[in-house]
């Protein structure tokens, strides 16, 4: 599976081999082999490209899921064994630069708590939380409705607030009170940044590819870019950056968000903190 999952998110046997460690021709048998214990045909196969048939799009999905749930075995029994030693923590995975005052009130309200376990944080890009929780290596994650998807997991509303355009400090757009969706990107001047997607794909489009929010942030600044992000980023521009919201944007909720299987005392505590806010 893991082979096979290399190869459909590369497209590119010499890319996946190269990914994996390994030479391409033992990849190329791996793959047929599975093709025959299937009985079906996962890739299209032409000299020049390598596509995902209708077969091989509904492996790559079960497969992603089998491979994280095997890894979230391992991570949380591991994880259980340290707790039964008497060295109890849990995980938290956020979006770096995200949340950053909510954040701080859920580990100081958690840590007042008489039976506080250590809080390890996991600081990530766009997206990864979510899967940082679905294979094992959170316990639990502060997630972004409607960006991330917290289904499969119990969860809990925390916080529901607007979006904001953000800009260089002298454009147009940066004076103004409020603006409408239809005046981002190619209205202003500045096309939108393309963050890469659950898929491990970046969108279509013509703005530039960006990895984290310190490149996100210069690439604005030099004028090569906008983004819409959550109202409380607001707190953490630089200072020729600015923020403007964006009336017609979907707001954004913040949940704190858990495996339902959980039976971890940490996590219903830090859960417990974090709604009482």
Known sequence: MRYFVAVAEELHFGRAAQRLGMAQPPLSRAISRLERRLGATLLERTSRAVALTEAGSVLLREARAALDAVAAAEQRTRRAALAASGRPGV?????????????????????????????????????????????????????????????????????????????????????????????IGEPAGLP??????????????????????????????????????????????????????????????????WPPHSRSRAVAGLVRAATQL
């Open 91 to 183: 995980v938290l995975a956020t979006k770096a630069g995200a949340s950053g005052e909510l954040l701080a009130k859920v580990l100081d309200a958690y840590a007042a708590e008489p039976d506080a376990a250590a809080v390890d944080l996991l600081l990530c890009g766009v997206g990864e939380q979510e899967r940082m929780l679905r294979d094992g290596r959170a316990d639990v994650a502060l997630l972004h409705l409607p960006f991330d998807s917290a289904a499969g997991f119990d969860s809990e509303e925390l916080l529901t607030e607007g979006q904001v355009l953000v800009v260089p400090a002298g454009h147009p757009l940066a004076v103004r009170e409020q603006v409408r969706t239809t005046e």
């Open 192 to 257: 939108l940044a393309r963050w890469r997607g659950r898929d491990g794909r970046y969108p279509e489009g013509p703005g530039p590819e960006v990895r984290d929010q310190a490149q996100l942030y210069q690439l604005i600044a030099l004028g090569r870019a906008c983004c819409v992000v959550p109202e409380s980023v607001r707190a953490l521009l630089r200072e020729d950056l600015a923020a403007v919201p964006v009336v017609d944007a979907p707001p954004v909720t913040t949940v704190i968000a």
